[in-house]
C-alpha cells in the first residue's frame, strides 16, 4: 500500500492567514491527488483533484500544487468557514488510502 | 441534484453480519463507480470499497476482504454493502460516495458526491 503522511495534524491559525498543509507520499504517484474538507458531523467533500484542479464551487482562495511524492494545499485567506478538517488521499493505485488529516482551528 | 441515501446500519455482535444500502438519486447512477469509505469514531477517513458502474468490478480493503462484498442494483439505484463476521474495528460511520467516473483495473477517482453515513456499532 501507498502510505500517506500529512502534516502538521494539527494548524492554529486566525481569519485572513495564508495556511499550508503537507501530504507526502511513501511512493510517487503522478498527481493522482485530492484533497476534502470535513466538518464536524459531516460528510467530507472534494476541495481539489488532480493535485491542483479545483472542484466546481470551491473557491479560489483554495490551491494545490505537487506531482510525485509532496503535495501541499494552500488556503490563501482563511475564513471562518474553513476551520475544518483536511484530509488528502491518493488515487494512483488500490488500495485508496488518505493521509491522517489536518485540524485547522481558531487561534 | 446529486443525493445519496445511507441506510442499515446499527448496533451488532461481534462475529455477525448488517447489510448497508445507499439510495442514489439525480444522476444516471449506472454511469459511476461508487465506493464505502468509513471513519471510525474521532479517527480519519478510510477506504473500504468500490465496484464499477456495471457491477462487474468491484475492489476491496485488505482490512475487510473476504468479510464484506460490494454489490449494486442499477434498476433500483442502489449500492450495497454486505459485511460479515464484523470485528469491534469495523465500528464507525460509513458513507457512501460517487466517484468522479470509471474505475480502472489500479484505482478509482475521486468521490465527488458523499451520502451523510450510518453508524454501525461492533459491540456486545
Known amino acids: 500500500a501507498i502510505w500517506m503522511t500529512q502534516s502538521p495534524s494539527l494548524l492554529s491559525a486566525s481569519t485572513g492567514d495564508r495556511v499550508t498543509i503537507s501530504c507526502r507520499m511513501s511512493?510517487?504517484?503522478?498527481?493522482?491527488l485530492a484533497w476534502y474538507q470535513q466538518k464536524p458531523g459531516k460528510a467530507p467533500e472534494l476541495l481539489i483533484y488532480a493535485a491542483s484542479t479545483l472542484q466546481s464551487g470551491v473557491p479560489s482562495r483554495f490551491s494545490g500544487s505537487g506531482s510525485g511524492t509532496d503535495f501541499t494545499l494552500t488556503i490563501s485567506c482563511l475564513q471562518s468557514e474553513d476551520f475544518a478538517t483536511y484530509y488528502c488521499?491518493?488515487?494512483?493505485?488500490?488500495?485508496?488510502?488518505f493521509g491522517g488529516g489536518t485540524k485547522v482551528e481558531i487561534k | 441534484e446529486v443525493q445519496l441515501l445511507e441506510s442499515g446500519g446499527g448496533l451488532v455482535q461481534p462475529g455477525g453480519s448488517l447489510r448497508l444500502s445507499c439510495a442514489a438519486s439525480g444522476f444516471t447512477f449506472s454511469s459511476y463507480a461508487m465506493s464505502w469509505v468509513r471513519q471510525a469514531p474521532g479517527k480519519g477517513l478510510e477506504w473500504v470499497s468500490a465496484?464499477?458502474?456495471?457491477?462487474?468490478?468491484?475492489y476491496y480493503a485488505d482490512s475487510v476482504k473476504g468479510r464484506f462484498t460490494i454489490s449494486r442494483d442499477n434498476s433500483k439505484n442502489t449500492l450495497y454493502l454486505q459485511m460479515n463476521s464484523l470485528r469491534a474495528e469495523d465500528t464507525a460511520v460509513y458513507y457512501c460516495a460517487r466517484t468522479g467516473g470509471y474505475c480502472s483495473s489500479t484505482s478509482c477517482p475521486p468521490s465527488d458526491y458523499w451520502g451523510q453515513g450510518t453508524l454501525v456499532t461492533v459491540s456486545s
Open positions: 511512493q510517487g504517484i503522478s498527481s493522482y
Open positions: 465496484i464499477s458502474g456495471s457491477g462487474g468490478s468491484t
Open positions: 488521499q491518493q488515487y494512483y493505485r488500490f488500495p485508496l488510502t
